[in-house]
Antibody, heavy 119, light 111 residues
Framework: EVQLVESGGGLVQPGGSLRLSCAAS????????MHWVRQAPGKGLMWVSR????????TYADSVKGRFTISRDNAKNTLYLQMNSLRAEDTAVYYC????????????WGQGTMVTVSS | QSALTQPASVSGSPGQSITISCTGT?????????VSWYQQHPGKAPKLMIY???KRPSGVSYRFSGSKSGNTASLTISGLQAEDEADYYC???????????FGGGTKLTVL
């Protein structure tokens, strides 16, 4: 079964850090471009970051640049998002997703993990 | 990159057809045939419904179709069914710095 399972979300104080994980199974993770997309409560989807298969290319949304770091471990079929200097506006459900179909769309999504930044 | 523009809500009766628009710019929707649409039920992950403007992934109903003209893409759902009630998001490739931009979402109500 094709699957992405996120973990690592929780409650963190402003200025704190959190690392999200996304375990992949059922498809060839090591050759896939992987992404993080977030959704603030009651709001729409926002692309956050992407990484290519060998980690040579990473890209970030302006709102998280310099604070978030995307990485992957192809031996463990796992994607990560290290989030530092967290702000209240980072509060959201974080989804990991694959861009497949020859790089044309987000075809596999995880169930999401909630991150709440609050004192 | 600003979000793509979608109507906040649309509604229709069972059996009817509805269309959701998605307006971008010449830097995203207008430049690439990489528009996709996602369905999201409450508390669930998004599901891909349309990709490359008009293509349907395996398993998606023929009642869902997509199109594009200039900077505006559209999703049409024909023969509305109760289970189609959900939020719908468009998405387009933009550029290498901010590769993917989403619309604000449209809530579809089946009356």
């Amino acid at each position: 079964e094709v699957q992405l399972v996120e973990s690592g979300g929780g409650l963190v104080q402003p200025g704190g850090s959190l690392r999200l994980s996304c375990a992949a199974s059922g498809f060839t993770f090591s050759t896939s471009w992987m992404h993080w997309v977030r959704q603030a409560p009651g709001k729409g989807l926002m692309w956050v970051s992407r990484i290519n298969s060998d980690e040579s290319t990473t890209t970030y949304a302006d709102s998280v640049k310099g604070r978030f770091t995307i990485s992957r471990d192809n031996a463990k079929n796992t994607l990560y998002l290290q989030m530092n200097s967290l702000r209240a506006e980072d509060t959201a459900v974080y989804y990991c997703a694959r861009v497949g179909l020859a790089g044309t769309a987000f075809d596999i999504w995880g169930q999401g993990t909630m991150v709440t930044v609050s004192s | 990159q600003s979000a793509l523009t979608q109507p906040a809500s649309v509604s229709g009766s069972p059996g009817q057809s509805i269309t959701i628009s998605c307006t971008g710019t010449s830097r995203d929707v207008g430049s690439y045939n990489l528009v996709s649409w996602y369905q999201q039920h409450p508390g669930k992950a998004p599901k891909l419904m349309i990709y490359e403007v008009t293509k349907r992934p395996s398993g998606v109903s023929y009642r869902f179709s997509g199109s594009k003209s200039g900077n505006t893409a559209s999703l049409t759902i024909s023969g509305l069914q109760a289970e189609d009630e959900a939020d719908y998001y468009c998405c387009s490739y933009a550029d290498s710095n901010t590769p993917w931009v989403f619309g604000g979402g449209t809530k579809l109500t089946v009356l």
